[in-house]
Structure formats: C-alpha cells, structure tokens
C-alpha cells in the first residue's frame, strides 16, 4: 500500500454563517460547526485511503471565540497521522469578517476515523508522510493523542501508553 503525502489529504470547506445556524445569542450553534468539521474531516480521510471511513472518535474541540452571524468560516483538515485502520484528522477553522476582511483561526478539532469494509470491519489504510515542520509536530504527538483517547475509552491500559508516560517523567 503506497504512503501518502499529508498535503494530498488536504480538505477545505467555506461556508457563511446564516440564520439557521445560529445558536439564540444570533452566534454560531456549536453543533453546526461540529457538524461542519466532521464532514470535512471525513474527505480528509477519504482523500488519504480512498475507502469507507466511520467517526471513531473526537479527540479534543475548542471553541475559543463565538462566531458571528454572516461571518466566512473556512475550515481546513488534514491527516496528521495513519496508524493501522485509524487516521487522526486535524481541523483549523478561520473566521473571516466579510466587511473588514479580518481573519483569525477560531478553533480546531482533532477527530478519528476507521476504515471500514463492506460490512464494517477495520481495514488496513497507507501510511502518511509528514513533510512540513507542522505536520511532523502533530504527527509525533498524534501517537500520545491515541493512547490517551484509548485509555478513556477503556480499550487500553494506561500501563502500556509508554510514550504518552513519557510525558510526565523525565
Ligand atoms: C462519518 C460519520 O459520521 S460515521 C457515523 C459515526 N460513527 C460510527 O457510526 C462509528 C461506530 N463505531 C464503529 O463502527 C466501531 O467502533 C469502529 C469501526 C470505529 C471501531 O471498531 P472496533 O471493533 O472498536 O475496532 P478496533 O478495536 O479493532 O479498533 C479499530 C481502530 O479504531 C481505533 N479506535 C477505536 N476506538 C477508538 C477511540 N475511542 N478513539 C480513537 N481510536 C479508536 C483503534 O485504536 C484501532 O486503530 P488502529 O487499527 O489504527 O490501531
């Protein structure tokens, strides 16, 4: 199975917030931008194996600012790491205010995704290639993000999660 680029796993997604998105302070609903993510983060994950994928899990999500009513959201995803059926997918989000043109990135998530067969069983997915410093970074840490979601989903004992233990001793 050949490896693949993250830069080839590149997704993105623009959207404009409008009424029925919004939450009763006139802001984003979160569930719309969850919504929004995971589609996103699905084609990064298609892009990457080419084979049904399922959510799995999401990792960590931050919504660090509200987001206005008829603001540009573009949202970005890419695989940060391949294991043997799972892939981590990072999603930045960036507002954009479409009067002034200001732009900050907003939030992101981290989400996981299986491949599946026909009948919903894990399959083997390539391996990924970090290139850019970034995808390296997120890369080697996307390993511990693995242990830690495995260990709260009660599938692995914190014991083995050797390289998210390196994290606390020196
Ligand atoms: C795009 C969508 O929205 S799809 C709709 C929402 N999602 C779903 O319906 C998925 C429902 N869940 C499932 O079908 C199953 O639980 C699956 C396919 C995700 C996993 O199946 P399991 O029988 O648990 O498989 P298994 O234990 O072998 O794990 C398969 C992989 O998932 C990973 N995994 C399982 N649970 C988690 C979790 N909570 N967090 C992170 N990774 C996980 C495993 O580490 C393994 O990865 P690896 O093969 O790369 O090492």
Same mark, same amino acid.
């Given at each position: 199975?050949?490896?693949?680029?993250? /830069?080839?796993?590149? &997704? %993105?997604?623009?959207?404009?917030?409008?009424?029925? +998105?919004?939450?009763?302070?006139?802001?984003? @609903?979160?569930?719309?931008?969850?919504?929004?993510? $995971?589609? %996103?983060? /699905?084609?990064?994950?298609?892009?990457?194996?080419?084979?049904?994928?399922?959510?799995a899990s999401?990792?960590?999500?931050?919504?660090?600012?509200?987001?206005?009513?008829? /603001? %540009?959201?573009? #949202?970005?995803?890419?695989?940060?790491?391949?294991?043997?059926?799972s892939?981590?997918? @990072?999603? $930045?989000? *960036?507002?954009?205010?479409?009067?002034?043109?200001?732009?900050?990135? /907003?939030?992101?998530? !981290? *989400?996981t @995704?299986?491949?599946? +067969?026909?009948?919903?069983?894990? !399959?083997?997915?390539?391996?990924? %290639?970090?290139?850019?410093?970034?995808?390296?970074?997120? *890369?080697?840490?996307?390993?511990?993000?693995?242990?830690? &979601?495995? !260990?709260?989903?009660?599938?692995? =004992?914190?014991? +083995?999660? =050797?390289? #998210?233990?390196?994290? @606390?001793? $020196?």
């Amino acid at each position: 199975m050949k490896a693949k680029k993250a /830069s080839e796993t590149l &997704a %993105i997604s623009t959207k404009v917030v409008l009424p029925n +998105d919004t939450n009763t302070l006139g802001n984003l @609903f979160g569930g719309q931008l969850l919504a929004w993510m $995971d589609v %996103i983060a /699905s084609v990064s994950a298609h892009r990457h194996c080419r084979r049904v994928v399922v959510t799995a899990s999401v990792n960590n999500v931050a919504f660090n600012a509200p987001i206005n009513h008829s /603001s %540009i959201v573009t #949202l970005e995803a890419k695989v940060s790491r391949a294991f043997n059926s799972s892939m981590e997918v @990072f999603v $930045d989000v *960036y507002v954009e205010n479409p009067v002034t043109g200001n732009k900050f990135r /907003s939030n992101e998530a !981290i *989400y996981t @995704f299986v491949a599946v +067969d026909q009948n919903g069983g894990p !399959i083997q997915v390539p391996e990924l %290639i970090p290139e850019t410093q970034e995808e390296k970074e997120r *890369y080697t840490a996307a390993l511990r993000r693995k242990q830690l &979601a495995l !260990i709260l989903a009660g599938k692995m =004992n914190p014991k +083995d999660a =050797n390289e #998210l233990k390196k994290l @606390f001793v $020196d």
